[in-house]
Nanobody
Framework: QVQFVESGGGLVQPGGSLRLSCAAS????????MGWYRQAPGKQRELVAI???????IYADSAKGRFTISRDNAKHTVYLQMNSLKPEDTAVYYC????????WGQGTQVTISS
């Protein structure tokens, strides 16, 4: 079973930056697509960014130009660098893996003060 340790969430001022990390264990990390999704209260879970096994990336329109997803296969970790953060970025952020036809982390809270 794939297990995730998500970190890097917290409180930051508007315009600030935050870096999320998701360390995976229990699978061969390099062969799986990874991603980040988020969900704010009262809203649907939405894609933020995904990265496949050959470093192709897809970003939500809201993330383009501000967020960067990357992966370090040696560390079994996927990152989300978030810059120019806005209050509307406030959400629980979930790590995703294509392992087992879709696996999820428990989520980490990101709060941008307004």
């Amino acid at each position: 079973q794939v297990q995730f340790v998500e970190s890097g969430g917290g409180l930051v001022q508007p315009g600030g930056s935050l870096r999320l990390s998701c360390a995976a264990s229990g699978s061969i990390f390099a062969i799986y697509t990874m991603g980040w999704y988020r969900q704010a209260p009262g809203k649907q879970r939405e894609l933020v960014a995904i990265i496949d096994t050959v470093n192709n990336t897809i970003y939500a329109d809201s993330a383009k130009g501000r967020f960067t997803i990357s992966r370090d296969n040696a560390k079994h970790t996927v990152y989300l660098q978030m810059n120019s953060l806005k209050p509307e970025d406030t959400a629980v952020y979930y790590c995703y893996s294509s392992a087992n036809f879709g696996s999820w982390g428990q989520g980490t809270q990101v709060t941008i003060s307004s």
